[in-house]
């Protein structure tokens, strides 16, 4: 063998080196393929406006898309409250059926009714759709307010409370019922605990927001 064929076999190795390496990255980059949910990485831009439940199933939908589940209908969990010319919307109704599995392919809840009492979200398994872990209490920033506008039970609420930014209309003043993704929050109480239904928000501005440990962040679930 000379010297001309040893540097074409070794220059042919190289290239298969790289680009199997180029492969395993591009598969870690990708969520896994049962994925069908995620928290938001990022939120809109506009805190507790979201363009309404239209323009929050557009983010995840994007967001989703850009990691390669774009094929399927993501849906965000929001509730919102009724008004004059339409009724309620609550966010249990409007995410499929299940089951629902993150970026990683951890099953979270088997259905709505799992979801609702023992499901598997924790800091560890609320990823993004990056399949990253999202800040939780002790981490700078806190990020563990969620938005959902709901009770425990993903459903809205009565009256004419704002625990919804306007319905997701609202960058200023209002309210958003907000849940902790870590299961944490100041005391060992329920709604200490709850990764839907903790506490309202101080207002609906990026910085009102931020002020209780949030950046407007959401869930996602597909819903097929």
């Not at 898309?65 to 409007?94: C, D, F, I, K």
């Not at 009770?151 to 009565?158: L, R, T």
Request: net charge positive; aromatic share 4%.
């Amino acid at each position: 063998m000379n010297a001309r064929t040893r540097l074409s076999i070794a220059a042919a190795i190289a290239a298969l080196s790289v680009t199997a390496i180029g492969t395993v990255s591009a598969e870690q980059a990708m969520p896994h393929k049962k994925m069908s949910f995620f928290v938001t990485s990022s939120n809109p831009g506009k805190g507790g406006d979201l363009g309404g439940l239209a323009g929050a199933d557009k983010h995840c939908q994007a967001l989703a898309a850009a990691v390669g589940a774009g094929q399927r209908t993501w849906r965000a969990y929001l509730s919102t409250g009724a008004t004059a010319t339409e009724p309620a919307t609550n966010a249990r109704g409007r995410i499929g059926k299940g089951p629902w599995h993150n970026a990683k392919g951890v099953l979270i809840a088997r259905n709505v009714d799992e979801l609702h009492s023992d499901n598997a979200i924790t800091k560890q398994t609320a990823l993004t759709e990056k399949g990253e872990i999202v800040n939780g209490r002790g981490d700078m920033p806190n990020l563990h307010d969620i938005l959902t506008g709901s009770d425990s039970q993903g459903m809205a609420f009565p009256g004419n409370l704002d625990t919804t930014c306007g319905n997701w209309t609202k960058s200023g003043d209002g309210s958003a019922q907000v849940g902790h993704h870590d299961r944490r929050g100041l005391d060992e109480k329920p709604p200490a605990k709850s990764w839907n239904h903790s506490h309202p928000s101080v207002g609906c501005s990026p910085d009102a927001l931020r002020r209780t440990g949030g950046g407007g962040l959401f869930y996602c679930f597909a819903t097929n």
